[in-house]
C-alpha cells in the first residue's frame, strides 16, 4: 500500500474513533485487535454475570483489556478512575484462578487529548499494589498503532469499505503535512528562557551542511516550538511521525541529489538546500504557514533525520 493510501486509511480510522462511544468503541476494539493478535479472545457479556472486568484478553501472557469509551472524555475523568479500580477488582476476583494476571489495559477512548493525570496515578497504585508488569492507559493512539500495522485486506474490513485511490486525488502527498502545520500554527509555545536550548552537535551539523548564519537563525528559533511538535506526536500515532519523517528525508534527498548536477558554491550548499525544501512543502506562503514549516524542519534537523551528519571526531 502506497504512504498516500496509508495516510487515508488512518483518517478515515480516527474518524471512526472520534464518532464510536460505549459499546461502538469496545467492538471497533475488539475487531482490530481480532485481527492484529492471534492469540486475542474477546469476552462476550452473559447475563447478570457480564464480562467480569475482562473485555479481552490474551492468556499466554498474561494480558487483560477493559475499555471505557464516554462520549465526553474530560467530563467522565472521575467515572474512569472508579471503573479502572473497580473492573480490576473483579478481574483479580473472577479470573486470577484462571489465568495468571500480568498485564492490565485500561482501554480509554481519550480522542487524541492524552491520558489524563488522575488516571495514570491510579492505574499506578493499581500496578504497585498488585505487582503486576504492565498497568497503564491504552489510548486512542494505540489503537491506531494497533491499525496501522494490519494488511490491507484487514484495514478494508475494518473500515467497512474501500481506502481511495490516490492517482485521482490532488494534492494528498501534503495533507498529513498540512494538517501537522496547522496543530503548530494552533499551539505554538512562546519563547521563554526556559526552553531547552540546542546540543553542541547542532553547532557541529550547522558548520558541516554549510548552513549561514542567516538560515542558522531560522533553525534556532523554528527549534524552539520542539515541544508542541513532540505534543502533537504523542497525541497522534507512530504511523504519523514515521510518515512524516520519510517524507521530509525524501524531499532532502531529493534536493541532495539535484545539486549534485548544479555548480552551487559549498558556502550557499546548506541555505540552498533549506529553502528549496520549505519551498517544496509549503503550499501557502503565508508567514505562519513557513514559520511552522520551519519549526518542522528545525524539529527534523536536530532529530538528524535531514541534512548531514558530521563524522564521529
Same mark, same amino acid.
Request: charged letters at 30%; glycine letters at 4%.
Given at each position: 500500500?502506497?504512504?498516500?493510501?496509508?495516510?487515508?486509511?488512518?483518517?478515515?480510522?480516527?474518524?471512526?474513533?472520534?464518532?464510536?462511544?460505549?459499546?461502538?468503541?469496545?467492538? +471497533?476494539?475488539?475487531?482490530?485487535?481480532?485481527?492484529?493478535?492471534?492469540?486475542?479472545?474477546?469476552?462476550?457479556?452473559?447475563?447478570?454475570?457480564?464480562?467480569?472486568?475482562?473485555?479481552?484478553?490474551?492468556?499466554?501472557?498474561?494480558?487483560?483489556?477493559?475499555?471505557?469509551?464516554?462520549?465526553?472524555?474530560?467530563?467522565?475523568?472521575?467515572?474512569?478512575?472508579?471503573?479502572?479500580?473497580?473492573?480490576?477488582?473483579?478481574?483479580?476476583?473472577?479470573?486470577?484462578?484462571?489465568?495468571?494476571?500480568?498485564?492490565?489495559?485500561?482501554?480509554?477512548?481519550?480522542?487524541?487529548?492524552?491520558?489524563?493525570?488522575?488516571?495514570?496515578?491510579?492505574?499506578?497504585?493499581?500496578?504497585?499494589?498488585?505487582?503486576?508488569?504492565?498497568?497503564?492507559?491504552?489510548?486512542?493512539?494505540? +489503537?491506531?498503532?494497533?491499525?496501522?500495522?494490519?494488511?490491507?485486506?484487514?484495514?478494508?474490513?475494518?473500515?467497512?469499505?474501500?481506502?481511495?485511490?490516490?492517482?485521482?486525488?490532488?494534492?494528498?502527498?501534503?495533507?498529513?503535512?498540512?494538517?501537522?502545520?496547522?496543530?503548530?500554527?494552533?499551539?505554538?509555545?512562546? +519563547?521563554?528562557?526556559?526552553?531547552?536550548?540546542?546540543?553542541?552537535?547542532?553547532?557541529?551539523?550547522?558548520?558541516?551542511?554549510?548552513?549561514?548564519?542567516?538560515?542558522?537563525?531560522? +533553525?534556532?528559533?523554528?527549534?524552539?516550538?520542539?515541544?508542541?511538535?513532540?505534543?502533537?506526536?504523542?497525541?497522534?500515532?507512530?504511523?504519523?511521525?514515521?510518515?512524516?519523517?520519510?517524507?521530509?528525508?525524501?524531499?532532502?534527498?531529493?534536493?541532495?541529489?539535484?545539486?549534485?548536477?548544479?555548480?552551487?558554491?559549498?558556502?550557499?550548499?546548506?541555505?540552498?538546500?533549506?529553502?528549496?525544501?520549505?519551498?517544496?512543502?509549503?503550499?501557502?506562503?503565508?508567514?505562519?504557514?513557513?514559520?511552522?514549516?520551519?519549526?518542522?524542519?528545525?524539529?527534523?534537523?536536530?532529530?538528524?533525520?535531514?541534512?548531514?551528519?558530521?563524522?564521529?571526531?
Amino acid at each position: 500500500m502506497t504512504p498516500e493510501r496509508r495516510y487515508f486509511a488512518r483518517i478515515q480510522f480516527r474518524n471512526r474513533i472520534l464518532e464510536a462511544n460505549g459499546q461502538r468503541y469496545q467492538d +471497533l476494539f475488539i475487531d482490530v485487535m481480532t485481527k492484529r493478535c492471534n492469540g486475542f479472545r474477546p469476552i462476550k457479556p452473559h447475563g447478570t454475570f457480564g464480562d467480569e472486568g475482562n473485555d479481552g484478553h490474551i492468556s499466554n501472557c498474561g494480558r487483560y483489556y477493559q475499555v471505557y469509551a464516554p462520549e465526553n472524555p474530560k467530563e467522565n475523568i472521575i467515572n474512569a478512575i472508579n471503573k479502572a479500580e473497580k473492573d480490576f477488582k473483579r478481574l483479580k476476583e473472577k479470573w486470577s484462578e484462571t489465568a495468571l494476571i500480568e498485564e492490565y489495559l485500561f482501554v480509554f477512548n481519550d480522542k487524541f487529548q492524552g491520558a489524563y493525570p488522575k488516571i495514570e496515578h491510579t492505574l499506578a497504585k493499581i500496578k504497585r499494589d498488585n505487582g503486576l508488569k504492565v498497568c497503564e492507559p491504552f489510548l486512542a493512539k494505540d +489503537l491506531v498503532n494497533e491499525f496501522m500495522n494490519l494488511n490491507e485486506d484487514d484495514m478494508i474490513a475494518v473500515l467497512g469499505g474501500v481506502i481511495p485511490r490516490t492517482e485521482y486525488l490532488q494534492d494528498i502527498d501534503y495533507a498529513i503535512l498540512t494538517e501537522i502545520l496547522q496543530y503548530i500554527m494552533d499551539n505554538s509555545e512562546s +519563547l521563554t528562557i526556559n526552553i531547552k536550548l540546542q546540543s553542541p552537535d547542532f553547532d557541529k551539523k550547522i558548520q558541516f551542511n554549510c548552513i549561514s548564519k542567516s538560515v542558522d537563525s531560522l +533553525l534556532r528559533t523554528g527549534s524552539f516550538q520542539q515541544g508542541t511538535i513532540e505534543n502533537y506526536f504523542v497525541k497522534n500515532s507512530n504511523f504519523t511521525r514515521a510518515d512524516i519523517r520519510d517524507r521530509l528525508a525524501a524531499i532532502y534527498d531529493k534536493v541532495k541529489n539535484e545539486i549534485m548536477k548544479f555548480k552551487i558554491n559549498d558556502i550557499e550548499r546548506g541555505d540552498h538546500v533549506f529553502f528549496v525544501i520549505l519551498d517544496d512543502i509549503v503550499q501557502n506562503k503565508k508567514r505562519a504557514v513557513q514559520d511552522a514549516a520551519i519549526a518542522l524542519m528545525a524539529f527534523f534537523f536536530e532529530t538528524c533525520d535531514i541534512f548531514e551528519e558530521p563524522p564521529d571526531e
